[in-house]
């Protein structure tokens, strides 16, 4: 169909619309333009995203036309958070599909980007599947943009063109993400600490961030490795090139490498096209702790903002500043925590760049806790990794304070000793 075409069908959309835009990397950038062009005929159009990574629907002219609710806040929609242009929905990421299923959010339009048909019609949903697949069964109309650049990715990603309401071939750069470039010495270490907690034959799942890039930089020497995650990242590639990684003993797909998403560069973008030992699964499922579960030795290495000396994490807000979301920390925690010789890992450098500590006596006036203290094994700082599972208060923040940066662990054994009388 050509632009015209388009043009008439997002005319459909009016105002007090929910829309539903494909997120993570794989955000539809010019059909947003393309929308955002009818600001002027537009009131209150609600935008929902998962991680957007597109600043289309927050530029703050904007702000009367689009109301983004995030299902996960971006470093794009943040400011947009604070000063009342967008709102954040708190869900585990398991979930998400639940509110399009279920019909708790009714979608009035889904925008997608898509790779082109191949010869029976199917496009793919490419690199970010996550909640996606739920919405565009849901929504009344789903507007796709064909772009060439956009990987032919194997699992639930498929879409027929006749599914397809409205398309238009635009082709343009995906998003590209590098965390590698920024790895810190401080980030090595916790690299090298954690690595050292992974055994032969376990199943991998990491969150995003220069950390678990560091850590994945550090399995070389590792065998049968394999990977049950909901994000890829360029650091798995020489991983499976060189056979560290062989999803041979994981329970779910076995064989096979699994995630939802996929955010990275082109050189990931290229390997995971039309690879049939990929695949990126609805998030209903590669984020059910029932799934996770089933793998042995299941490690899940995700990380935090602050953690309080009774091991409660705060890893989505900055006091009451929204910061990102509840994603699917939880999800994997619980899983891991679950499976057999399992291991949830939270990790995180002692003190922010500012030298404030990130281990605390209480979180933030204000702050989330994202994963509770019960469900908190593993801790790691460039200081040391603690075990907190089957310890009492007092023990836990006696472990803490032994992995927190040495500037701070004298005010925070202090503090823990008014909190708690006596530290053994």
């Known amino acids: 169909m050509s632009k015209m075409v388009i043009d008439q069908a997002l005319s459909l959309i009016h105002s007090g619309a929910r829309v539903f835009v494909h997120g993570c990397g794989g955000p539809p950038r010019y059909l947003n333009r393309l929308l955002a062009n009818r600001a002027g005929d537009l009131r209150r159009v609600e935008i929902i995203s998962v991680n957007p990574l597109d600043d289309t629907f927050t530029n703050p002219e904007l702000k009367d036309s689009f109301f983004i609710n995030s299902l996960f806040a971006s470093s794009f929609v943040r400011s947009a958070i604070s000063n009342g242009a967008a709102s954040y929905i708190p869900i585990f990421l398991n979930e998400m599909p639940r509110l399009f299923d279920e019909h708790i959010l009714p979608l009035d339009a889904a925008l997608i980007q898509v790779s082109p048909p191949d010869k029976h019609g199917y496009c793919s949903l ?35 063109i006749d ?26 270490t916790i690299g090298r600490r954690v690595a050292e907690l992974i055994e032969d034959q376990s199943t991998l799942q990491f969150g995003i961030g220069p950390i678990p890039d560091s850590i994945l930089a550090c399995l070389d020497n590792h065998r049968d490795l394999s990977i049950a995650t909901e994000m890829l990242s360029d650091s798995v590639i020489p991983l499976l090139e060189n056979g560290v990684i062989t999803n041979r003993y994981k329970k779910f797909h076995p064989g096979q490498t699994t995630c939802t998403f996929i955010l990275g560069t082109r050189k990931l973008y290229d390997f995971v096209h039309d690879n049939p030992n990929i695949l990126a699964l609805d998030v209903s499922m590669t984020n059910d702790p029932a799934q996770i579960r089933r793998n042995p030795r299941m490690c899940a290495i995700n990380s935090a903002l602050e953690i309080d000396l009774t091991g409660q994490i705060c890893a989505d807000s900055l006091g009451t500043m929204q910061y990102s979301g509840v994603g699917g920390q939880l999800d994997f925690m619980r899983g891991a925590g679950l499976s057999k010789h399992g291991k949830p890992i939270i990790v995180l450098p002692s003190q922010t760049s500012k030298g404030v500590s990130r281990i605390v006596n209480t979180l933030q006036s204000g702050a989330a806790v994202t994963t509770t203290r019960a469900h908190v094994h593993y801790v790691a700082t460039e200081y040391g990794v603690v075990n907190l599972f089957g310890k009492n208060c007092q023990q836990r923040a006696k472990a803490l304070i032994e992995i927190a940066h040495p500037n701070h662990r004298e005010a925070l054994e202090r503090a823990a000793h008014k909190r708690f009388k006596a530290l053994y």
């Open 126 to 160: 490419g690199i970010s599947v996550e909640a996606t697949r739920a919405a565009v069964r849901n929504a009344k109309k789903v507007f796709a943009q064909i772009n060439r650049n956009m990987p032919r990715v194997h699992g639930d990603t498929f879409v027929h």
């Open 163 to 188: 599914n397809i309401d409205a398309y238009v071939e635009y082709d343009e750069p995906l998003i590209e993400l590098n965390h590698s470039k920024k790895i810190t010495q401080v980030e090595r």
